[in-house]
C-alpha cells in the first residue's frame, strides 16, 4: 500500500479530502463513479499521486524546488523545467546584481521555469535591490508551481507579479497593463533571458522594454545567455 500524508495535497484536492468518509477515501476504485464530487476527486488525487511520485527536491544553494531530472538530457517537455548545468548562470547574476550600484530595481524573468532563480533572487539579492521581481511562463501549470515553491521556501513576498503569457508578450504587455504595480512604469532595470535554445527570438522585446537607466555606466544592458 501507498500512504500519502492528506495535507501533502494540493488546495482543491484537500478540499475534496476532508468533505469525504474514511470509507469514500479507503478506495479510489471504490468510489460511486456516478457522483460527480467522486469522479472529480478521484481524478484530482490520481493526477496529484502521479505528481507525488514523479516529483522530488532539489535544493540549489539556499533554495529549493519540486521538480524531477529526466533521465537523459534537459527538455524542454518537462513537468517543471530546471537545468542543473545552468547553476553557475544563476550564480553569475546573482553576484552582478548583488555588485552594482542600483537599487530598488524592477527584474523580470521571463522564461522563469521552475522559478529557482526568482527564488534564489529573493533569498540571496541584497534586502534593497528589488522593488518588484515579474516572473513568466507559459506552461499554464506555472503559477501553482511557483506559489508552492514559495511555500516550500517559506516565502511571503508582496512585490511579486506572476504570469502565464508567451515571454516576448509578457514584456511588451507591462508598459500599458491597468494591473501593473503603481511604482512600476513598465519598463524593467534589468531582464534576464533564460531560454531553452537561442535567445534570438526574445531579444527585440527585452531591448524594446529595458529602461533608459539600465544603460547607465554601473548598470548597461545585460542578457545572461
Avoid at 512585490?159 to 494591473?179: P, W
Wanted: charged share 20%; proline share 7%; hydrophobic share 35%.
Amino acid at each position: 500500500k501507498l500512504h500519502v500524508a492528506p495535507e501533502r495535497l494540493p488546495g482543491p484536492v484537500w478540499e475534496h479530502y476532508k468533505e469525504l468518509t474514511p470509507c469514500e477515501i479507503s478506495s479510489c476504485g471504490r468510489m460511486n463513479v456516478g457522483n460527480p464530487h467522486h469522479q472529480i476527486f478521484q481524478v484530482s488525487f490520481l493526477i496529484t499521486l502521479y505528481f507525488l511520485l514523479i516529483m522530488s527536491t532539489i535544493t540549489e544553494h539556499t533554495s529549493t524546488i519540486n521538480a524531477t531530472l529526466p533521465k537523459g538530457d534537459v527538455n524542454k517537455k518537462m513537468e517543471v523545467f530546471y537545468n542543473p548545468l545552468m547553476t553557475s548562470n544563476r550564480n553569475i547574476s546573482i553576484l552582478l546584481l548583488n555588485s552594482i550600484e542600483n537599487e530598488e530595481m524592477n527584474l523580470a524573468l521571463p522564461l522563469t521555469g521552475s522559478g529557482i532563480r526568482a527564488l534564489r533572487f529573493l533569498k540571496e539579492l541584497n534586502p534593497n535591490k528589488i522593488t518588484n521581481l515579474f516572473v513568466n511562463d507559459k506552461k499554464e501549470t506555472f503559477k501553482k508551481t511557483f506559489k508552492d515553491n514559495l511555500k516550500l521556501n517559506k516565502l511571503k513576498p508582496k512585490n511579486i507579479s506572476i504570469h502565464t503569457q508567451d515571454a516576448n508578450l509578457f514584456l511588451l504587455n507591462q508598459l500599458n497593463n491597468k494591473k501593473k504595480p503603481a511604482n512600476f512604469c513598465g519598463y524593467f532595470d534589468y531582464i534576464d533571458i533564460d531560454p531553452f535554445g537561442t535567445p534570438n527570438p526574445f531579444i527585440p522585446a527585452s531591448t524594446a522594454r529595458i529602461c533608459r537607466t539600465a544603460f547607465s555606466p554601473s548598470l548597461q544592458l545585460t542578457l545572461l545567455l
